[in-house]
């Protein structure tokens, strides 16, 4: 099962519009980083969180983690083409095995984004 | 401009092959990943590392090994490539203690014939 669960995995809107997506965990989330993903190509680091209810924004992107430390979101105002993409979630979660000092990062499945002119 | 750069783009290899696909960091990272992303499952990590010489392995890392023998460069072995090795695959690093974004390279797309 994922560790981290994005919603939804398929995303399609109309330019202009807003939009969000969502990054579960059941467990504490100690830095979640949102990336985005041109088709085919890696990975383009957006934002990091860090501490709970904090909120970043970037452009017309706004990313929030909520005061549990277990879900976050990421908000796009007013889309445009150059939004679309496919955005990932990713985080370090201490699994409760921390060899000296080394967390691995754990992903999301992945939110494919189409902006319709 | 700090990056993570992967030796090939495109790759195509025959089944049985050895392939190695490299990677190398120029920011003094102590931690490196090797992922491999397939539609609809996402990022799963097959191995990293923490330190030069060191290893473990991720949730999948069934025909893979790694070997580090440098801080800055990272390799995925696949020792007999199979088909189900068709993939994209991504290298990122990180400081150690996370705390700060991990940096991915351009990923290399392996096909498998």
């Known amino acids: 099962s994922q560790e981290l669960e994005q919603s939804p995995q398929s995303l399609i809107v109309q330019e202009g519009k807003n939009l969000t997506i969502n990054c579960t965990s059941s467990?504490?989330?100690?830095?979640l980083y949102w990336y985005k993903q041109k088709y085919g190509e890696g990975l383009i680091f957006l934002m990091m969180?860090?501490?709970?209810?904090e909120e970043k924004s970037h452009e017309k992107i706004t990313a929030k983690l909520d005061e549990k430390k277990q879900q976050s979101s990421l908000h796009i105002t007013a889309s445009q083409p150059s939004h679309a993409g496919i955005y990932l979630c990713?985080?370090?979660?201490?699994?409760?095995?921390?060899?000296?000092?080394?967390?691995?990062?754990?992903f999301g499945q992945g939110t494919r984004l189409t902006i319709n002119p | 401009d700090v990056k993570v750069t992967q030796s090939s783009r495109y790759l195509v290899k025959r089944t049985g092959e050895k392939v190695f696909l490299e990677c190398v960091q120029d920011?003094?990272?102590?931690?490196m990943f090797w992922y491999r992303q397939d539609p609809g499952l996402g990022l799963r990590l097959i191995y990293f590392s923490y330190d030069v010489k060191m290893k473990e392995k991720g949730d999948i890392p069934e025909g893979y090994s790694v070997s580090r023998e440098k801080k800055e460069r990272f390799s995925l072995i696949l020792e007999s490539a199979s088909t189900n090795q068709t993939s994209m695959y991504l290298c990122a690093s990180s400081l150690r203690g996370g705390g700060a974004w991990g940096v991915f390279g351009p990923g290399t797309r392996l096909t498998v014939l």
């Open positions: 990713g985080a370090d979660i201490l699994s409760g095995r921390i060899i000296q000092g080394a967390q691995k990062l754990v």
């Open positions: 920011m003094d990272h102590e931690n």
């Open positions: 467990k504490t989330l100690y830095g």
């Open positions: 969180l860090q501490k709970g209810g």
